[in-house]
């Protein structure tokens, strides 16, 4: 038998897409008078006709989301500013409102596909020689807009696998207020955005070497004043910069299952697609969760990272120096050679072996690569013919040596 040669043997689990899970997202009426008139009506209803359109929404509603009530103030806050009228309007009403500004997504109605495991950071209470894992998967939903779902399961000492069943209500996280930013790396990512200019110069040069979104706002409005036509696409690329670098945050009580990455930034805007997780160890043996995945806003695709030691706190980051482009990024879960190593397509044919001497930040396979004791490091990858149909799709599994 050749020591190098791996045997794959299929299993009869199967994760099949649900399009009875939704996620509870904002309404905005591209025409801001629709929305005008809509408030108009509501405010128009009797007293004693509110409540009962307010029960039969909630009924429908409560069904699928937790907490509704708290999501429909949520998003009458976001509108109140259309109101026509200082006049005191009963919760009932608000609740109302915000209920006509809320739309449910089916999160996996087009594909639930391209999953990625690692072991989960809780271990406790499991049979001798079993394995808890986590597997995030990438959900295409209406419009071919892709999210990140997760799943929890058991590796059972006979090696089963055991996916367990996700509940049906989902959650977005609350987004992280006034994150901070290493002024380097984000002077050294407009510089390969092409966006160095002396506009961008006279608003970094006010900053310290670490800054806050309002400390980037101020100076932004700022210089906006005193700016130039031809500035116009380095005040959207900064902007455009610093909120795709971001954190998010969900709550203990929030099942894995229940948690669900939505796209939050301009250049996320078509889709986070095809995450890659893996359990990275530090030099000191702690470990902590990174994925890199492609983001699209419809026209362009981004390399970005998301970083995590709990799978409660997201960090957000984009990738930074010359091979930070094109999709398809595998992380290795340690340092080789006190390097941080990526598996990457750069060209859409070959898969190139990258390293970077500074932090992930600065940097097509199917998956991370997996380390084999005797063979070296062993990696899953996808090829598709000039034709593009699915049924085409071939994989394999590729060895790079120890050395």
């Not at 890659?276 to 043996?285: K, L, P, T, W």
């Not at 390399?303 to 992380?331: C, H, Q, W, Y």
Request: charged content about 25%; aromatic content about 8%.
């Amino acid at each position: 038998m050749n020591v190098n040669s791996i045997h794959v043997k299929r299993t009869a689990t199967v994760l099949r897409p649900d399009q009875s899970r939704v996620l509870l997202r904002p309404f905005s009426p591209e025409d801001p008078q629709r929305a005008g008139r809509i408030i108009a009506r509501i405010m128009s209803l009797p007293e004693n006709r509110v409540g009962p359109l307010l029960d039969e929404v909630t009924a429908e509603f409560s069904q699928r989301h937790r907490q509704i009530h708290k999501s429909f103030l949520e998003r009458f806050e976001q509108v109140r500013d259309l109101l026509l009228t200082d006049e005191e309007i009963s919760e009932q009403r608000q609740l109302l409102i915000g209920s006509y500004f809320v739309c449910e997504f089916s999160l996996e109605s087009a594909a639930l596909f391209n999953p990625s495991i690692v072991p989960h950071p809780d271990q406790s209470d499991l049979p001798p020689g079993a394995l808890r894992f986590i597997l995030s998967l990438r959900a295409t939903g209406e419009g071919h807009i892709s999210s990140i779902t997760f799943r929890t399961g058991i590796i059972h000492v006979d090696h089963r696998i055991e996916v367990l069943t996700p509940t049906g209500f989902l959650t977005e996280p609350r987004q992280v207020p006034n994150p901070r930013y290493e002024k380097a790396l984000f002077e050294r990512k407009l510089f390969e955005l092409g966006l160095t200019n002396e506009f961008t110069r006279r608003v970094m040069n006010k900053l310290g070497e670490s800054f806050a979104l309002e400390d980037l706002r101020a100076n932004l409005e700022a210089e906006v004043k005193h700016s130039r036509l031809s500035d116009k696409n380095a005040i959207q690329g900064i902007w455009m910069l610093a909120l795709s670098n971001y954190e998010v945050q969900f709550q203990p009580q929030q099942r894995l299952c229940e948690r669900i990455l939505f796209p939050a930034t301009p250049s996320q805007r078509n889709g986070i697609e095809d995450a890659r997780f893996v359990c990275f160890q530090n030099d000191d043996g702690t470990h902590v969760y990174y994925a890199t995945f492609t983001a699209f806003d419809g026209k362009v695709v981004l390399p970005e990272l998301v970083e995590t030691s709990d799978f409660l706190l997201f960090r957000f980051i984009t990738l930074n120096g010359p091979a930070a482009e094109n999709k398809g990024m595998a992380i290795f879960p340690r340092k080789i050679n006190g390097l941080y190593a990526m598996l990457s397509r750069q060209d859409n044919e070959n898969i190139y072996l990258m390293f970077s001497r500074g932090s992930l930040s600065s940097l097509g396979t199917a998956c991370p690569p997996l380390r084999q004791k005797q063979a070296g490091w062993s990696s899953a990858t996808e090829s598709a013919p000039c034709e593009r149909t699915a049924s085409a799709r071939s994989s394999s599994i590729t060895i790079i040596p120890a050395k």
